[in-house]
């Protein structure tokens, strides 16, 4: 049954996990918001490009997904917020950074585990890739 005390429990955590999230979330999109002001987006964008092409992704993309892959998903959430992709494109990158997120700090705990740290990011680098070039492949067909 929900009571005053569990409300006023639900909303204190929801605030302060707002709060938390909020903390990346909006400096990513700020700087992202620099970045294409700046031209550098643009520049990082060319560079890029080839690669995200395969992916059915903008050049752009790879901000989100090198963001994601070294920081965390809220990471690449915030400058998913700041780039411009269709539904498919976001599902790509959904689906990509799904596999591979947070590489250092989850290599760190699995290397604790006595797992190799190289094994964990090539595994998880090259299925988030292999998803991604799948997905995109799966939408054009159909």
């Not at 005390?5 to 990513?28: A, H, M, Y």
């Not at 031209?39 to 992704?57: K, R």
């Not at 890739?129 to 159909?142: C, E, K, N, S």
């Amino acid at each position: 049954m929900v009571t005053t005390d569990t409300f006023k429990r639900g909303f204190k955590n929801g605030i302060s996990t707002l709060i938390e999230l909020s903390k990346i979330l909006v400096p990513v999109y700020i700087g992202v918001e620099l970045l294409a002001a700046s031209g550098l987006l643009n520049i990082l964008a060319e560079f890029f490009e080839p690669v995200m092409s395969i992916f059915g992704l903008p050049g752009e993309a790879s901000l989100i997904i090198i963001l994601s892959y070294f920081l965390n998903t809220y990471a690449g959430l915030g400058a998913i917020a700041a780039i411009e992709l269709n539904t498919v494109q976001i599902t790509t990158v959904a689906i990509m950074i799904s596999v591979a997120h947070s590489l250092i700090t989850e290599t760190a705990v699995v290397k604790k585990l006595g797992v190799s740290a190289t094994a964990s990011i090539a595994v998880r680098v090259f299925f988030s890739f292999l998803m991604g070039i799948l997905y995109y492949r799966m939408t054009v067909i159909l």
